[in-house]
């Protein structure tokens, strides 16, 4: 029973180190994105209507840095509920089938 205690706290670690890579990571993707967005802006501010073919170039590589911070937020975001999911799978009548919770006599 200690042992699975041990690995249900050591699990809780695991989670926590992973929603704060997480976290990191999209804190880092947020302010890229508004230094990209800006520098886009600062641009077309200085251009006519016309799209021009470094503008599209800087569209095209900011919608590819999007599509693969997405890709790989959703495979960490992917590896962190899996392990909260399995902790969730298993009753707690199963620990206590191995053995009854102690009742102290008041």
């Known amino acids: 029973m200690r042992q699975h205690l041990q690995n249900l706290l050591d699990s809780k670690e695991k989670q926590l180190q992973q929603a704060a890579a997480l976290g990191e990571r999209l804190l880092g993707q947020r302010v890229e994105l508004e230094e990209r967005v800006k520098l886009l802006q600062e641009i077309d501010a200085d251009k006519t209507d016309e799209i021009t073919a ?53």
């Open 54 to 106: 470094d503008m599209r170039e800087r569209y095209r590589e900011l919608a590819d840095a999007v599509r693969a911070w997405d890709f790989g937020n959703v495979q960490l975001t992917a590896a962190f509920t899996s392990s909260v999911r399995i902790l969730f799978l298993i009753p707690l009548s199963f620990y206590w089938s191995r053995r009854p919770p102690t009742v102290l006599p008041s």
